[in-house]
């Protein structure tokens, strides 16, 4: 056993609905945002029949037991848009001021390519906390900022670092950094972390949007070994240099070891894209197996104190 992560003993708190054919297969990754007392999960889901990923909405108040889960997806792969036409996956959230940004992987085709070929974009795009919360899901328009790059587990910062916001994405093996005036335009990219210990060899990815603590920013991030486990690791970033690791844990926090983590449609997978702080308690939100939702907690001062100076 390792980390010092707790899992919720009702895991998994998600699993595919079979009366729904759009999440009847998988149900894994989702986003996690804590809005007025509640904790809004907006999940991956897959059919088995067309294989897309769509988004479905569930929430929690104790942050364990789903008190809501809606029957259709609210956020889907846009009508004749080549882009994403496979599926929208692996979903973000950050609240900016009134609205909550959301980055996800577009799954598609490359327009204009002949033979086609596939794509994997880093996508954003945006809803008012407004709608959000009343559950109008009137998104916005959707940008993918490094065309033709093969880019994705990408999170946005929740506030503008020396005027300047800033996004952590993937290209492989690496986590890499962008800069942005206006939310839409990126660039000055550069590689911020890589691949160190054995449980992260093959690469690493961006988890869990950034959550500000006394010591930096907390990061939860993915590592792959060589034999395609899926871990989970921490890294604590500094609050004024967000290119600046300051902490990161030789030793993974999270790893398959559950039935549902080791068996699945991708086993030996844990794979978060959302945590959150409630009480000096961190709630993370992960996908097992690729297949179902799991929830787990720890102290955030013991979390911090478990990683290494770098
Ligand atoms: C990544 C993404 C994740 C998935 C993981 C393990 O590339 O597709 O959604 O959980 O692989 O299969």
Request: aromatic letters at 12%; hydrophobic letters at 35%; one cysteine or more.
């Amino acid at each position: 056993m390792c980390g010092l992560f707790e899992r919720f003993k009702g895991n998994p708190i998600l699993s595919p609905n079979p009366k729904n054919l759009w999440e009847s297969y998988m149900v894994f990754n989702s986003a996690a945002i804590c809005l007025e007392d509640k904790i809004h999960l907006l999940y991956r889901a897959r059919g088995k029949k067309d294989g897309i990923s769509r988004l479905g909405y569930a929430s929690t108040k104790d942050g364990f037991h789903i008190e809501e889960r809606l029957d259709w997806p609210v956020f889907e792969p846009e009508k004749g848009n080549l882009v994403e036409c496979l599926g929208c996956e692996d979903p973000r959230l950050t609240q900016i001021k009134d609205r909550i940004y959301l980055t996800y992987t577009a799954y598609g085709k490359m327009p204009f390519m002949k033979p086609s070929i596939k794509t994997i974009q880093l996508a954003i795009t945006s809803i008012s906390k407004k709608d959000f919360v009343q559950k109008n899901w009137r998104w916005g328009k959707r940008y993918y900022p490094f065309p033709r790059v093969d880019n994705k587990d990408a999170f946005i910062f929740p506030e503008k670092i020396k005027g300047q916001w800033v996004i952590y994405h993937r290209i492989p093996p690496h986590i890499w950094i962008a800069y942005s005036n206006d939310l839409i335009n990126w660039g000055n990219t550069d590689i911020v972390m890589s691949p160190k210990e054995d449980w992260e060899h093959y690469k690493i990815g961006g988890g869990a949007p950034p959550i500000k603590t006394e010591e930096g920013w907390l990061i939860i991030y993915h590592g792959v070994d060589r034999e395609w486990n899926y871990r989970l690791g921490a890294a604590v970033v500094d609050l004024e240099c967000p290119y600046k690791i300051i902490k990161r844990g030789k030793k993974p926090i999270l790893e398959p070891q559950e039935e549902f983590e080791v068996k699945g449609d991708v086993p030996n997978v844990v794979f978060t894209c959302g945590a959150v702080l409630k009480k000096d308690k961190i709630y993370l939100y992960y996908g097992g197996a690729d297949t179902v939702m799991c929830v787990a907690t720890a102290e955030l001062k013991e979390l911090l104190r478990s990683l290494n100076k770098t």
